[in-house]
């Protein structure tokens, strides 16, 4: 009996159900902590305006928030500034799914800052990163392949959907067309399973009512599809609006000399200023319990104030997250498509009353519009306003609107929100993938620090013998403070002694090149700094940091590229490998085994002939890695101690081989 509970291992599909319950339990959690947090700070940020009075507290509570928030990400988790779905993608595509623990933590605490003093953003941003952190360390930990850790961040990304907006269908969804873009059953039925649990937890501890409770809307007659047309084609417009406001913002706050404290600071002020040009304040926080009441009275705002409402609410969410505070952008769209939608209706109803009955009708189609046209993700939109909703009757405007919505926005910007943030780092993603093998290894992650410099004020004599005794074809140059200033060659030296007849008088500054000088930053892809290289036919570039860049950290050498590369090519056949062994794992009655030979072992130092008497009928030696090389096993191969040895192997005789490899 003993023997028989050794053997036992639990099935491959029991692993992952148990997995994908605990990452949906874990995000639910999560959820219901995010919420509470957001609603005591809620408290606190009323009290501190009560004392200071309205305008005074509103804007001392932002100011002070916007700083903790920028210190926090700043100090300990870069990856939760701004709203997080793209960070999620981007660990994806280049570091094998892999996020940092710390992050969730990071993420819950700064976006309960961010939003509950005011911040203009949505809660399902960190609440997605959460849920994907804790996919990606139980993953980490119980040692699963790439693939599978992919598809537990995909897990927390669909709990963490289903928790926010109780829509577990939708989250599913969003998990497979915007984290992973790709649908596949191998994935599906784990992300259907945890966001499931998210939701139910969700409702336990927070509420089992949909987000909104709103009447139920009829399609009164199909000629209000042209109507909905018309919506699809507005919201289209301004989806690619919110993008481009976004990361114009964006790249702007990154593009002062400033310190993340003050620039979240200053975003956090200019969303309060914003906010205060209305009596309300309806722009600030998620916005969805004000759309939630506009759309049950019918959405009876006048049309000025719709179009207010719309412009500052655009402005508010991009100065609070362009700065860098914490949050999603899931909800500000719906905020804005949903008062498009009711602008729509009214100038429909004032204009035909008989067939535009309900304008409340066309903010509910406006909300899923809108984000699907800023997200690409046209199906999470249609469910997401449906579970919210709950109402079905809408489907088919929904249905229209957003499809329209997305393939017209595509043709007026190719990236969505999400992946925009990736493409300015130099990565392009198709179905969740990168495209480009560099483009899944940082400068950082190949450059050499180890950098010989010459000063501006070296005489050429000096340089040709630095030159000769380096072996080293260009040096970046720097001043005393330490500063890049320019970079000089061989070429450059070379060129000095032809043209000047007393070459000894110049110095490095005259010949280098001074002005215009090419970089790589640390924190791109080696696919940007090839194209730079390429630009000038250069051997070398110095990195530098984005936040200094006149700060030299290190070279990226074209061989520090090829190296990288291989090591890159390395990287993708051993994931394929685990993908391969993940399928041969599922093999009826056989099981993938891996053994490391250690100096006791039975089997050390022993050729494959000489053991194969021991070793059972039914097994195949299919590869030994050693000295991170995997050589193919032959009857004269010697396993060595430190070798790891896979064996596919009949799984009634694993204890066999197990003592003959091991014992």
Known sequence: MRRLIDQFEPPDSAVLILSALIIGSGTGLGAVVFVRLLDLIGELTATVEEKLGSVVGLIVVMGIAGLIVGFLIDKWAREAKGHGVPEVMEALALRGARIRPRVAAIKVLASSITLGTGGSAGREGPIVQVGSALGSTLGQLLHFSGERISTLVAC??????????????????????VILGKFTVRYFGAVVISSVAASVVGRMFLSERPAFEVPAYPLNSLYELLIYVVLGVLAAIVAVTFIRVLYRLEGLFDDWKLKLPFKTSIGMLLT??????????????????????????????????????????LLATSFTLGAGNSGGVFAPGLFMGAVLGGMVGSVAHSLWPEIAVNPGAYAIVGMAAVFAGAARAPITAVLIVFEMSSDYKLILPLMLASVLSTLLAEHLFKESIYTLKLKLKGISLQRGRDLDLMQSVLVSDAMNTDVYVVSPNMPLDQLRKYLHDTHSNSFPVVDEAADLVGMVSRGDYDLALQRHRDPGKLRVKDIATMSHLLVAYDDETLATAIQRIGVRGVNKLPVVTRENPKHLIGIIRRRDIIKAYNVALLGRAEAKLDEDELRLRQMDGLSLQEFEISRDSHAANLSVSALAPELPYDCVLVSIKRGGRHLIPHGETVLLPGDLVRVIVRQSEEAVLKKCLSG
């Open 272 to 313: 309060a200023a914003v906010a205060l040009l209305l009596p309300g304040r309806q722009v600030l926080g998620p916005g969805l319990e004000f759309i939630g009441e506009a759309i049950a009275k019918d959405f009876s705002l006048s049309l000025g104030l719709m179009a207010l409402l719309l412009l500052l609410k």
């Open 156 to 177: 927390g990304a669909a709990a963490g959907i289903a928790a926010t907006f109780n829509a577990p269908i939708a989250g599913a969804i969003f998990a497979l067309e």
